[in-house]
Nanobody, 119 residues
Framework: QLQASGGGLVQPGGSLRFSCAAK????????IGWFRQAPGKEREVVSC???????TNYANSVKGRVTISKASADTVDLQMSSLKPEDMAVYYCAAGVQTSTIARDFTSWGQGTLVTVSS
């Protein structure tokens, strides 16, 4: 089971730190992806990190503004800065057997956490 947290209301240009905590399994055995879904849009990848933490990738839309990291054996963090209105979405973390940018490659999903970007 995964638990995502860290969303909220932030002003344009602000920052947020998301956390994905694993319960009942070891994060090191799985790749963790962060995805987001805005109203009326498809779910899209934000970033992904391998089980070892040695491989990461980022969507072009967030590259340079986002850092994914393994905060602990059971937690993966996503630091997002310079937030824009187009970053507004529900953010999800998910576990899969390998890094991927495709949502269906991830088999275990946490509940979403809402991000609102507004002044």
């Amino acid at each position: 089971q995964l638990q995502a947290s860290g969303g909220g209301l932030v002003q344009p240009g602000g920052s947020l730190r998301f956390s994905c905590a694993a319960k009942g399994f070891t994060l090191g055995d799985y790749a963790i992806g962060w995805f987001r879904q805005a109203p009326g849009k498809e779910r899209e990848v934000v970033s992904c990190i391998s089980g070892s933490g040695g491989s990461t990738n980022y969507a072009n839309s967030v590259k340079g503004r986002v850092t994914i990291s393994k905060a602990s054996a059971d937690t993966v963090d996503l630091q997002m800065s310079s937030l824009k209105p187009e970053d507004m979405a529900v953010y999800y973390c998910a576990a899969g057997v390998q890094t991927s940018t495709i949502a269906r490659d991830f088999t275990s999903w946490g509940q979403g956490t809402l991000v609102t970007v507004s002044s």
